[in-house]
Nanobody, 123 residues
Framework: QAPLVETGGGLVQPGESLRLSCTAS????????IGWVRQAPGKEREGVSS????????WYLDSVKGRFTISRDNAKNTVYLQMNSLNPEDTAVYYC????????????????WGQGTQVTVSS
């Protein structure tokens, strides 16, 4: 099994919600900074949100603040991204990615990637 597996993507209308899940296997997700990165066609990859290991601190891309919430279930070794009030600009492939430290994650120096899940927001 792949070390990171994302699920939960789909096609929704503007204003609707989705919840993405990222389940880690073969390592403990809470030993790393783990978060979500997205890439839309023709655009650069961008970090969306992350959660750190030590204190569960969170970080969000400005454009998703107030709409997206990241959380972690250590018992399930899973990280979630609740996405509300989705708009067409959120359309992208969303990847789960890890780094040992938040500073590395923030700089895009990811150590592990998932296979990605497509999120499409369209009327």
């Amino acid at each position: 099994q792949a070390p990171l597996v994302e699920t939960g993507g789909g096609l929704v209308q503007p204003g609707e919600s989705l919840r993405l899940s990222c389940t880690a296997s073969r390592f403990r997700a809470n030993d790393y900074t783990i978060g979500w990165v997205r890439q839309a066609p023709g655009k650069e990859r961008e970090g969306v949100s992350s959660i750190t290991t030590s204190d569960g601190g969170t970080w969000y891309l400005d454009s998703v603040k107030g709409r997206f919430t990241i959380s972690r279930d250590n018992a399930k070794n899973t990280v979630y991204l609740q996405m509300n009030s989705l708009n067409p600009e959120d359309t992208a492939v969303y990847y789960c990615a890890t780094a040992t430290y938040f500073s590395s994650w923030y700089l895009g120096e990811y150590e592990l990637w998932g296979q990605g899940t497509q999120v499409t927001v369209s009327s």
